[in-house]
């Protein structure tokens, strides 16, 4: 039996009225690449963050196997967030060097551990430039150098191929198992199911805030009766997705007022759509 | 504070101040712009301005006289202040001042004035019409004013004369004996501070203000909407130790511009207080420049905090720019307001409000005044509202929702 890693125990975070995560029970093992797949809104990135202590839940505990708090372990933690936060005044070692101090790694070590991965990544040459001129690809490549620098145990991967050419993706997903033959751990939030089947070795479907499925490629296709992942995915998805409002949540009432105030009615019809021009 | 959580606070805070000025933009608002403003302000402004007063008294200017006998001297004088003029009759209106026909001809300024001038015996009336929208055509009145001044100067001289008077007795029966500024007992350096007093404050506070909304902004709402605030959020480190490493830099970048605006300010007073017998290096104590330091020192922990603790409330940079620009009257206001309180006798409550107080000790300390009463007040309120505005600060940072953008 692999070793847990982070428990998820009950857990449920509202942003005000909208319930983002509704009784979220999940063990994170050791040594496993573990898939968060859901549609844009299922709540994969709040998940995530809860994960990374960003977010606190409203109810139930994220916590370390030995009770201690998520927030302790942060040292242990590599997080690519989905818009990859990187600093575009800063040259992509910069960027990864900021990170690895602010990890208490000295200079050496970090540049020794990107060296390495840049290889593989083929970003070598990259390091010294600018993340300004990057293409998304490069950008999620330099933060994912950024995530491994220090050495971390656990990764946290949000979309970590999206916007990805096919050559950049596949090297990015066989890092990932690269990671996890070494022994690390990975926590890879996707929508695209097929990618998921490829890399993962444990599949977490979320829709509209719940756990809808939780185990490998195969025991998801015994337990749903189907024969592919997207049937699967598909009959255990049925009801409508909801839009994504996390985001949203926080605005003022009065600001909200004041927004619909100055918009005008989207026209229903083309003689209408006519009439506004 | 942690050997670890030191290494990060300055971690944070220098990549903030690398980031940031490696704009070459940044460097301009907060070097350039800082360093030249005041000597742009007091030596270049005034050499344009002598040039263009050079201009106008070159101007050859063509009037119009209308008149029912023009003194011979009183023509000598306004041909010798370059003004060509034709002599006309006097038009028949109520009062001289009325425009009558000859509006059109100032309006369109075929003339740059008209003089008109009657004699009513031993007195004569006057009226000058010009266009007060026209540089020449004002030029031309102030001209004649100072000319008809001279001649009436003149006349009434001539008249005392007449009458068997002494003149100086007659117009000047009251006389200040020697020299004004003799009778003065305060001394170049403490007029210096005086005259200082009237801008340093000012200055301090509104470009500490202005010159900290942009690195705020950039810190906070700007990271928050270029999606690298997630990121930060999830490093080992404490909300406490990134508002520490941004305040720092923040307080760096305008503490760089504000000193830079004031050594601008001292090098143009300098220089004017070469070539003037009034104006000198101010006289301050140790004390009070050190009480200057800790005041500018508490007033900025306040400003910096209160802007980082707004701009990290806002969802994007546009949000937080229209909230931090607009609060900018609650720094101009009380500053504009403090100007103008007498400090003679000032009461104590002055000093505990906020703003108010640092301006007005600072104020006191640039005229070396140090009473302890006023300083008790102004740094211990000061450190509660610094106090308030760094505790705001940090409930903003504590917030889950920063991680999130509406942009």
């Known amino acids: 039996m692999p070793k847990t890693l982070l428990s998820i125990q009950g857990v449920s975070k509202n942003f005000d009225e909208i319930e983002a995560l509704c009784e979220i029970n999940l063990d994170i093992h050791s040594g496993e690449i573990v898939g968060l797949v859901g549609s844009n809104g299922a709540g994969k990135t709040t998940l995530l963050r809860l994960m990374a202590g960003v977010y606190k839940p409203t109810s139930g505990t994220v916590n370390l196997s030995n009770g201690k708090p998520v927030t302790s372990m942060r040292h242990e933690l590599g997080v690519v967030p989905e818009s990859t936060g990187l600093y575009s005044r800063l040259t992509a070692w910069e960027n990864i060097r900021y990170h690895s101090r602010m990890h208490g790694i000295s200079d050496s070590v970090s540049w020794a551990r990107t060296e390495k991965f840049a290889e593989h990544l083929d970003m070598k040459d990259s390091l010294s430039r600018h993340t300004k001129g990057f293409s998304r690809g490069m950008k999620q490549k330099t933060a994912l150098l950024r995530a491994l620098a220090h050495g971390p145990n656990i990764l946290l991967l949000d979309e970590p191929t999206a916007g990805l050419d096919i050559t950049s993706a596949r090297t990015v997903r066989a890092l990932v198992r690269q990671l996890r033959d070494e022994g690390g751990t990975v926590i890879y939030s996707t929508h695209q199911l097929a990618e998921a089947e490829q890399v993962c070795d444990r599949i977490v479907i979320i829709h509209n805030g719940e756990i809808r499925a939780d185990g490998s490629p195969t025991i998801l296709l015994e337990n749903t009766g189907t024969d592919s992942l997207e049937e699967a995915y598909v009959s255990l998805t049925l009801d409508q997705a909801r839009t994504r409002k996390e985001d949203n949540a926080r605005e003022s009432a009065f600001t909200g007022w004041w927004r619909r105030l100055f918009t005008p009615r989207t026209p229903t019809t083309t003689r209408e759509v006519i009439e506004d021009e | 504070m942690s050997e670890g959580s030191f290494l990060r606070v300055r971690a944070i805070a220098k990549k903030e101040v690398v980031e940031f000025t ?110 007060s929208t026209s540089e020449r055509s004002n030029e031309a009145r102030n001209r004649l004013l100072s000319t008809l001044s001279e001649w009436e100067s003149s006349e009434i001289r001539e008249r005392i004369v007449q009458g068997g008077m002494d003149v100086n007795a007659t117009l000047d029966p009251l006389r200040w004996d020697g020299d004004i500024s003799d009778a003065d007992v305060a001394t170049t350096g403490e007029q210096s501070g005086m005259i200082l007093s009237m801008f340093i404050p000012l200055v301090l506070a509104i470009w500490t203000y202005s010159s900290a909304i942009q690195p705020s902004i950039d810190m906070t709402a700007g990271e928050r909407e270029r999606g690298t605030l997630e990121a930060l959020l999830c490093l080992p480190c404490t909300r406490m130790e990134l508002l520490l490493g941004k305040w720092f830099a923040v307080a760096t970048i305008t503490g760089v511009g504000v000193l830079l605006q004031i050594f601008g300010l001292l090098f143009a007073i300098g220089y004017l207080a070469s070539s003037s017998t009034f104006l000198g290096v101010p006289q301050l104590s140790i004390l009070s ?111 889950e929702d920063i991680v999130t953008s509406l942009s």
């Open chain 2, 289 to 399: 420049i050190g009480l200057i330091i800790l005041s500018i020192m508490l007033f900025a922990v306040m400003v910096v905090a209160f802007e980082l603790a707004l701009a990290m409330r806002s969802h994007s940079v546009k949000e937080a720019g229209s909230i931090l620009a607009p609060a900018l009257m609650l720094i101009l206001f009380p500053a504009l307001f403090t100007q103008v309180i007498n400090l003679d006798g000032i009461e104590g409550f002055w000093f505990a409000i906020p703003v108010v107080n640092i301006l007005l000790a600072l104020r006191e300390l640039l005229m070396n005044r140090v009473i302890t009463e006023h300083v008790l007040i102004w740094a211990l309120s000061s450190v509660v509202y610094a106090s308030l505005a760094a505790y705001y600060a940090s409930r903003q940072f504590n917030r």
């Open chain 2, 22 to 131: 490696r704009d070459w933009r940044t460097i301009i608002a907060i070097i350039v712009i800082p360093l030249l403003m005041f000597p742009l302000l007091f030596i270049l402004f005034p050499v344009l301005l002598e040039s263009e007063t050079a201009e106008l008294d070159a101007l050859e200017l063509s009037i119009v006289i209308q008149t029912d006998g023009l003194p011979d001297n009183l023509g000598e004088n306004i041909s010798l202040n370059s003004m060509d003029f034709t002599i006309e009759l006097l038009p028949n209106l109520t009062h001289l001042s009325e425009p009558g026909d000859d509006l059109e001809r100032v309006r369109s300024s075929s003339t740059d004035a008209i003089l008109r001038f009657e004699s009513n015996d031993d007195v004569w009336s006057y009226a000058i019409l010009h266009l």
